[in-house]
């Protein structure tokens, strides 16, 4: 579970694999009956809007049973798409994030409390190759927490769209070969003509929007861990200040103590505006003063406190 494509696909692979086939090839069954019942869906929608056009048509009326009934057929497909296939898939979706996201928290919590006293040892101060003093990570809850909860369920979304698009793509695409007709200054596509044009836009339209998804996917995770270590650092403070409340109180500290908790929020804020995709990475670098040096900082301010029994 080192690397990351062994963090992901480890709950697969392991003790937990029935489990998590078993709900993945449901979730993959019910994308498949939805993107069907889509497919029906639009053409029973096409059908209704064709009866209801030719209603009072003088040569082919549509009679009121046939619409009734195309009506009908229509709403029954959508009904059961989106009660029956859309939530039932949804409600596996969540199981399956749930239990995921369950057993990677149990895996992490036993390395961290195992016999070598991990947990221990992550919190202080090392040297990598180089002998260079590498520092212990911050928040490790925090990103324990928040890292597999963002990792599970952005994976799961991100499966389940590339599944619809691709049972979509082959439904919709027997049905638009199937419904090809040609296209003037194109014979040389014969009756594939339309066919071909829209596998061609799809074609353009799909790897672009990847791109520029995958381009603001990689701006939003440098913002969120940046958001991740602000909050960190905020609680942090405040867990100092609750723990040192008799120091700041006997030094008068409070108004110095607040300085530093507003520019604490601040990073928050910013990483959650515009600016703070620009500034994301000087945040990582700005003051990060530890609770003795906050009592410090409080202790400059008021050396003419005198202490009485």
């Known amino acids: 579970m080192r690397p990351f494509w062994g963090s992901m696909w480890a709950y697969w692979l392991l003790e937990r694999w029935r489990e998590a086939w078993a709900l993945t090839i449901a979730i993959l069954f019910l994308t498949g009956l939805s993107a069907e019942a889509s497919v029906r869906s639009a053409l029973a929608s096409g059908g209704l809007v064709n009866k209801i056009a030719y209603f009072h048509h003088p040569t082919a009326p549509t009679t009121p049973s046939a619409l009734l009934a195309t009506a009908a057929t229509f709403a029954a497909i959508a009904i059961t798409r989106d009660a029956g296939f859309t939530a039932v898939g949804h409600f596996l979706s969540t199981t399956l994030h749930r239990k995921w996201r369950d057993w990677l928290d149990k895996r992490f919590n036993r390395a961290l409390l195992d016999t070598n006293h991990t947990h221990f040892h992550l919190q202080q101060s090392g040297i990598d190759a180089t002998g260079a003093a590498v520092p212990p ?25 590339i599944a619809g698009v691709v049972l979509s793509l082959g439904l919709v695409g027997s049905k638009l070969i199937e419904t090809s007709s040609a296209v003037r200054r194109l014979d040389v596509l014969g009756s594939y003509g339309t066919a071909c044009l829209t596998f061609t836009a799809i074609a353009i ?15 939003l995770q440098h913002l969120s861990v940046c958001m991740q270590w602000a909050e960190g650092t905020y609680r942090t ?67 003419n406190v005198t202490f009485q029994d």
């Open 205 to 219: 339209y799909v790897p672009l929007n990847t791109f520029i998804a995958a381009k603001l996917g990689g701006v």
């Open 137 to 161: 990570p911050d928040n490790v809850d925090q990103r324990v927490q928040e890292s597999i909860k963002g990792m599970t369920g952005g994976a799961i979304g991100l499966a389940m769209g």
């Open 237 to 303: 403070e405040l867990n100092v200040l609750l723990h040192r409340s008799f120091h700041v109180a006997v030094l008068r500290g409070e108004r110095v103590q607040k300085a530093v908790n507003s520019r604490r929020y601040d990073d928050i804020d910013k990483s959650g505006g515009a600016r703070g995709v620009i500034a994301g990475r000087n945040i990582w670098q700005r003051d990060r003063k530890s609770g003795e040096e906050t009592i410090a900082e409080i202790a400059k301010l008021t050396r």
